[in-house]
């Protein structure tokens, strides 16, 4: 999921008319960045996947999931980020007091009857952008997550970026490890909100079992965590994610009509100690190794380090590289030539190389008494 935006504040619109969609947009395309979704489904996606929406405008009649369905999982999702947006529900004329009273009860924040004016509309985004972001400065500051009490994201930043420059000045190892619940979407959905938390904070309280004093642990997003493990190699990443792995392994919840366990995937970095690396990137790699993870049909573990490897891309050898291996020839100066290039410049060589030779052999043909003389 994305951070959340220093700029413009970030809304979504859900309604299945293109028209009112559109209208949306044109009212409040200059002061924030707007999403846009056809129907409940297509908008629940959206608001996994970018933590940086703070208020949601959306109708009641949709197809696939209606505006009820889309505020109850948005007031029941186990992310507070998410459980606590302002919700403005579009209404119609034909919404009657009853079904408005019962949206409310469900939690809705306020309400808007279409057709709307602009300045209905941007008095309302206005102020419950305002509340978000307050809310979710007010969570930055205290660094912690509520539910597990690891770091947050933004403290995870802050002490893992002391970890990686004491690393990088002392030329010590240090890994990034990324885990995520496998098909958590689908357990929530299933099983409910009070399963779901009772899962995230369980895997948390794992993690921390097997840290050490020093790792530092974070929850990231809904069933998202990472470690940072200072002083550790790649084959000692490997043996905390076998850790972490058999203690999740023996866990099982009881949601009072089966018994369920929970499974993950995992992306890690442990660059080399001589890399040129910036914290923001190792935590890159470690986030790009784990979709790959997410992605993989047979992988549950994947490393940075051994997908660079496998798609290193093949050698290109521009006209300006054979250029100045020519300019090195002329000169005598052939150790200037990078090894790398010694084939491609010898290929390129060699029908000059067969022209010369086929020169002198036709030579020594016409003149053998030169020859003869010669020797």
Known sequence: MSEVSAEKPEVLVVDDSKVIRLAARKMLGSEYTIHLAEDGLVGWEMLQENSAISVIFTDLSMPNMDGMELLNNIRASSSDQIANLPVIIMTGHDDTENVKQEVFDAGATDFITKPFESIDLLSRAKAYARLSRKVVELEKKTGYDKLTGLYNANLLVEQGSKAFSFASRHKLFISAVYFEITDFQNCFLTHGKKVAQHIIVAVGKRLQEVMREEDIAARLGVAKYALILPMTNKQKTQI?????????????????????????????????????????????????????????????????????????????????????????????????????????????LSPFMQYVDNQLTSDEVKNPSEKNIAM
């Open 240 to 348: 905390v994610i076998e850790r972490v792995r058999e203690s999740i392994d023996k866990l099982v919840f009881d949601t009072g009509k089966e018994k369920i366990r929970v499974s993950f995937k995992t992306g890690y970095a442990s660059p080399d100690f001589s890399e040129a690396l910036e914290f923001n990137e190792l935590l890159d790699q470690a986030e790009d190794a784990l979709q790959r993870a997410i992605s993989s049909t047979t992988e549950r573990v994947v490393c940075y380090s051994d997908v660079a490897d496998e798609e290193e891309p093949p050698l290109v050898i521009t006209e300006q590289d054979i250029g100045e291996a020519f300019t090195h020839i002329l000169a005598g100066n052939f150790y200037q030539i990078p090894e790398q290039h010694l084939a491609t410049v010898a290929e390129r």
